[in-house]
């Protein structure tokens, strides 16, 4: 995006980027020639090839800019780099532009897997529906489900808590699958068991920077939880 008067609009993207799982994000400023060929146009639009001067001279023109996005398909050499800061993450919209105020749509396309907390407002965005039994759930599991399927299995765990062993989970901690290790430590919260707290603490350590930032989030739950008079069990 250009630098223009409007920091929100120059930086409309952060928060769309940073939705896709980012924790930190850098601005990279750097000068071209106006003449450089560039792709541009709205985000779910055909893009057309044009110039640098008029991908920014269109932008400058339209009514509504939010959503207008330009790739330079080539590499930017050192010299052309003039600054390099950090950016705030709360710049720009999610989802879409104009976005807030509307209801959310849990398809896979406005909340891909892996995105910041896309599971927890799926499950708010779905309606109820007709969960399999524990036993049901374990034999799945047991029979070699899908990562697909692991994942509507470990949702439907999430719909109730109970106090039951998640021993049988244990198989899936070390899944060769990050979303799979992701959801398990997502899962392993809603099963009131001292077994829940050793499962996520080897998920905490997770090579994987969202597995073990969701384990970590699971083992604060668990410990505010305990925290809490025995009257708020239930």
Same mark, same amino acid.
């Given at each position: 995006?250009?630098?223009? #008067? &409007?920091?929100?609009?120059?930086?409309?993207?952060?928060?769309?980027?940073?939705? #896709?799982?980012?924790?930190?994000?850098?601005?990279?400023?750097?000068?071209?020639?106006?003449?450089?060929?560039?792709?541009?146009?709205?985000?779910? #639009?055909?893009? =057309? #090839?044009?110039?640098?001067?008029?991908?920014?001279?269109?932008?400058?023109?339209?009514?509504? +800019?939010?959503?207008?996005?330009?790739?330079?398909d080539r590499p930017i050499p050192a010299s052309q780099?003039?600054?390099?800061?950090?950016?705030?993450?709360?710049?720009?919209?999610?989802?879409? !532009?104009?976005?807030?105020? =509307?209801s959310l749509c849990g398809c896979p396309v406005c909340? +891909?897997?892996? $995105?910041?907390?896309?599971? =927890?407002?799926?499950?708010?965005?779905?309606?109820?529906?007709?969960? +399999? &039994?524990?036993?049901?759930?374990?034999?799945?599991?047991?029979?070699?489900?899908?990562?697909?399927?692991?994942?509507?299995?470990?949702?439907?765990?999430?719909?109730?808590?109970?106090?039951?062993? +998640?021993?049988?989970?244990? !198989?899936?901690?070390?899944?060769?699958?990050?979303?799979? =290790?992701?959801?398990?430590?997502?899962?392993? !919260?809603?099963?009131?068991?001292?077994?829940?707290?050793?499962?996520?603490?080897?998920?905490?350590?997770?090579?994987?920077?969202?597995?073990?930032?969701? $384990?970590?989030?699971?083992?604060?739950?668990? $410990?505010?939880?305990?925290?809490? !008079?025995?009257?708020?069990?239930?």
């Amino acid at each position: 995006m250009p630098v223009l #008067q &409007s920091h929100f609009v120059s930086h409309q993207w952060i928060r769309e980027l940073r939705r #896709q799982g980012s924790r930190v994000q850098v601005g990279v400023y750097f000068r071209l020639p106006n003449t450089d060929p560039v792709w541009a146009g709205r985000y779910n #639009q055909p893009h =057309r #090839q044009m110039t640098l001067g008029d991908a920014i001279k269109e932008l400058l023109s339209l009514d509504d +800019p939010l959503g207008f996005e330009i790739f330079i398909d080539r590499p930017i050499p050192a010299s052309q780099i003039k600054r390099i800061r950090g950016v705030p993450s709360t710049v720009g919209w999610r989802y879409m !532009p104009h976005a807030h105020g =509307r209801s959310l749509c849990g398809c896979p396309v406005c909340l +891909p897997r892996g $995105a910041i907390k896309s599971r =927890r407002l799926r499950e708010r965005l779905e309606p109820s529906a007709v969960l +399999p &039994s524990l036993d049901v759930v374990k034999a799945r599991l047991l029979a070699g489900a899908t990562e697909d399927e692991i994942s509507e299995l470990l949702w439907a765990l999430r719909r109730k808590r109970r106090r039951t062993d +998640p021993e049988f989970l244990s !198989p899936l901690v070390s899944s060769t699958s990050a979303s799979v =290790r992701e959801d398990v430590a997502l899962t392993l !919260p809603f099963l009131r068991h001292v077994n829940s707290m050793r499962l996520l603490e080897g998920l905490a350590r997770d090579e994987d920077e969202n597995v073990a930032s969701t $384990a970590a989030e699971g083992l604060a739950e668990i $410990a505010s939880r305990r925290s809490r !008079p025995s009257s708020d069990e239930g």
